[in-house]
Structure formats: structure tokens, C-alpha cells
Nanobody, 121 residues
Framework: VQLQASGGGLVQAGGSLRLSCAAS????????GGWFRQAPGKEREFVAA????????SYTDSVKGRFTISRDNGKNTVFLQMNSLKPMDTAVYYC???????????????WGQGTLVTVSS
């Protein structure tokens, strides 16, 4: 599956952005979807994941209550709604596709290119 992320940009602290990840090649509904981010000088970190049906979601602690992951399988797209953005959220955001079995952790094997999110103070 090929993934294309979009929606990044420059926003002031407290603002919002919505990232989109569109899939092609194979239907996204067969896969779990995820978002990761990499800040300058830091390693890539997990942000959020959603199961293929949308019935399960997972978030890293630092974004809980502010970010929401969702999907529209009819449009082969996974979204990340980011509210109350902070300068610490500045990073390149990557979307991913993978598997998430019941009782296990999501794993990802396909990656899109990144989209830059910059939050100014």
C-alpha cells in the first residue's frame, strides 16, 4: 500500500490542524493506520493508531485529549485532528499502515512521506 500524507503547516500555539493520509494500491480498510512524528534531533515516536474498523484507538500520553485519530474507509483515508497544539508538537509527521491483532500492539510496515507541522509560540 502506498501512503500520501498531507495537511501540515505553520500554526500558532493553541491552534489546530488536520492531517490526512490517503492510501493507494490496496484498500486501507485492510490495515490498521498510524501516525508517528520526528522532531529535529530526536528519534521517531509513536503518536496514534487506529484499527482497521476504527473500533480501537491508541495514543501516546502527550497527545491524549488533544489529538484524535479517525478514518474513512470509503475514502481510503486516515486522519489526525490536532487541537490545542503546542510548540513541543513541532515535527515531521508520518503516516503508516500495518496490523493490530486483538490483545496485541499495532505494528507498521508501510510508511508515507512526512508532512511538516510547525507550532510557533
Amino acid at each position: 500500500v502506498q501512503l500520501q500524507a498531507s495537511g501540515g503547516g505553520l500554526v500558532q500555539a493553541g491552534g489546530s490542524l488536520r492531517l490526512s493520509c490517503a492510501a493507494s494500491g490496496r484498500t486501507f480498510s485492510s490495515y490498521a493506520g498510524g501516525w508517528f512524528r520526528q522532531a529535529p534531533g530526536k528519534e521517531r515516536e509513536f503518536v496514534a493508531a487506529i484499527s482497521w474498523s476504527g473500533s480501537r484507538t491508541s495514543y501516546t500520553d502527550s497527545v491524549k485529549g488533544r489529538f484524535t485519530i479517525s478514518r474513512d474507509n470509503g475514502k481510503n483515508t486516515v486522519f489526525l485532528q490536532m487541537n490545542s497544539l503546542k510548540p513541543m508538537d513541532t515535527a515531521v509527521y508520518y503516516c503508516a499502515a500495518g496490523q493490530w491483532t486483538i490483545g496485541g500492539a499495532p505494528t507498521f510496515g508501510s510508511w508515507g512521506q512526512g508532512t511538516l507541522v510547525t507550532v510557533s509560540s
